[in-house]
C-alpha cells in the first residue's frame, strides 16, 4: 500500500502506511542545525514517553516503534471518526454521553500528571463506543494545577469555536465527570482564574 500524507503541521508530518501511523518530526531551517536536531529528538522521546503512559490508563495510540535518531514515532492508526467532524451530528444525549467520557479521560490522564496540551475534538477519534485520545506532541509532565487548568480551559475554547451550540452543556458535562479526579477541587477553583484572566484580556 502506497504511503498517504494525513496531515502536515508546523511540528510535524503524519503518514499512514498500511495500518500504521508515521509521525516525521519536520526540520526548522530558522533554528541552528544541532539545536534543531537536539529539540526534535528531544520532543520525539518525550511525547513517545507520554503515549506510552497513557495508553495505560485511556484509549491511545500504541507505540510500535520510536526512533530519535530520524524523528519519527510509529504507532497503531485508529480507523475511527475524528470527533470535531462527527460531534455535531450526533443527538444531544450522544454528544453528552461522548463529553462523559472525554471527562473520564482527562481524569485519568491528570491524575497520572499528564498535560496534553492541544485537548481539542481533532485529537479525538471515535471508534464505535470507544473513545481515543491522540496527538500528545505538545504534552508534558507537571503537577501543578495551573496547567490542568489551561488544559481544561483550552478544551472549553475549542468547543466553543467547533461545536458552539451545545458547547456549555457539553464543558459541564466534562466537569462533572473530571470531579472525580482527585485534585479536581484545587484544579477547578483554579479554573476559575485562568478564566478570569482570558476575561481581562479580551
Known amino acids: 500500500?502506497?504511503?498517504?500524507?494525513?496531515?502536515?503541521?508546523?511540528?510535524?508530518?503524519?503518514?499512514?502506511?498500511?495500518?500504521?501511523?508515521i509521525k516525521k518530526?519536520?526540520?526548522k531551517s530558522y533554528r541552528i542545525p544541532q539545536l534543531d536536531e537536539k529539540i526534535?529528538?528531544?520532543?520525539?522521546?518525550?511525547?513517545?514517553?507520554?503515549?506510552?503512559?497513557?495508553?495505560k490508563v485511556i484509549n491511545a495510540p500504541k507505540i510500535i516503534k520510536s526512533n530519535e535518531n530520524t524523528k519519527e514515532i510509529e504507532m497503531e492508526f485508529i480507523n475511527g471518526k475524528r470527533l470535531s467532524e462527527n460531534l455535531n451530528k450526533l443527538s444531544l444525549q450522544e454528544q453528552k454521553d461522548i463529553a462523559k467520557k472525554i471527562g473520564e479521560n482527562i481524569t485519568k490522564i491528570h491524575d497520572e500528571h499528564i498535560i496534553h496540551g492541544d485537548l481539542t475534538t481533532?485529537?479525538?477519534?471515535?471508534?464505535?463506543?470507544?473513545?481515543?485520545?491522540?496527538?500528545?506532541?505538545?504534552?508534558?509532565?507537571?503537577?501543578?494545577?495551573?496547567?490542568?487548568?489551561?488544559?481544561?480551559?483550552?478544551?472549553?475554547?475549542?468547543?466553543?469555536?467547533?461545536?458552539?451550540?451545545?458547547?456549555?452543556?457539553?464543558?459541564?458535562?466534562?466537569?462533572?465527570?473530571?470531579?472525580?479526579?482527585?485534585?479536581?477541587?484545587l484544579v477547578l477553583e483554579q479554573l476559575k482564574k485562568v478564566e478570569k484572566r482570558g476575561r481581562y484580556k479580551n
Do not use: C, P, W
Not at 500524507?5 to 503518514?15: D, F, M, N, T, Y
Not at 526534535?40 to 495508553?55: D, G, I, Q, V, Y
Not at 478544551?155 to 458535562?173: C, D, M, P, S, T
Open 122 to 185: 481533532s485529537n479525538m477519534i471515535l471508534l464505535k463506543d470507544r473513545l481515543f485520545f491522540i496527538d500528545f506532541g505538545l504534552g508534558y509532565i507537571s503537577q501543578k494545577y495551573e496547567d490542568k487548568a489551561v488544559d481544561l480551559h483550552l478544551l472549553k475554547q475549542a468547543l466553543i469555536a467547533k461545536h458552539y451550540k451545545n458547547a456549555e452543556i457539553l464543558f459541564n458535562e466534562i466537569l462533572k465527570s473530571y470531579t472525580k479526579s482527585k485534585d479536581s477541587k
Open 40 to 55: 526534535r529528538k528531544l520532543r520525539t522521546r518525550s511525547e513517545t514517553k507520554l503515549l506510552e503512559k497513557a495508553s
Open 1 to 21: 500500500m502506497k504511503q498517504k500524507i494525513l496531515s502536515q503541521g508546523a511540528e510535524a508530518k503524519i503518514v499512514l502506511n498500511e495500518n500504521k501511523i
Open 25 to 27: 518530526r519536520i526540520k
